[in-house]
């Protein structure tokens, strides 16, 4: 029996991990080091669990991990798939949809259905495609 792919959780799916994109962004460009001069006294401490530079290099190596993935699944695309999602989720200024169907040369009804088309074939290359 072949399960039916339910469209409108699937470009839900899609969306949620293309908006994470610019966020991943910003933190991606933070530096992973916090550089503090040491502060020395005689006061006992008490003992610190973890160790917080190795886990913002582990965050930051995630981050870039991220992004690199949703940069590839983008890579996947067609061209006008591609570059309405770019347009959509990957800019750091974010742009209305009248402008990016300016950008693309197309109205912004056919932008609409041009990015719903977009989000299931990201999904697809993604593989983050939602059954019933």
């Known amino acids: 029996m072949i399960k039916e792919a339910d469209i409108k959780q699937t470009k839900e799916n899609a969306r949620v991990i293309l ?4 966020s ?10 916090d550089l503090r001069s040491p502060f020395i ?4 401490k008490a003992p610190t669990r973890g160790n917080n530079l190795e886990d913002a290099l582990v965050q930051t190596i995630e981050i870039k991990e991220k992004i690199q993935a949703i940069e590839y699944a983008l890579s996947r695309l067609s061209l006008m798939s591609r570059q309405v999602l770019y347009y959509t ?4 200024e974010i742009m209305t949809n009248d402008e990016i169907a300016d950008n693309l040369g197309v109205a912004t009804r056919t932008l609409n259905r041009m ?5 299931l074939e990201f999904a697809d290359v993604f593989g983050i495609v939602a059954y019933r």
């Open 24 to 33: 991943l962004e910003r933190k991606a460009d933070r530096s992973p080091i």
């Open 41 to 44: 006294d005689d006061m006992p």
């Open 115 to 119: 990015k719903s088309e977009a989000l």
């Open 89 to 92: 989720y990957c800019v750091k």
């Open 19 to 22: 908006k994470q994109y610019r």
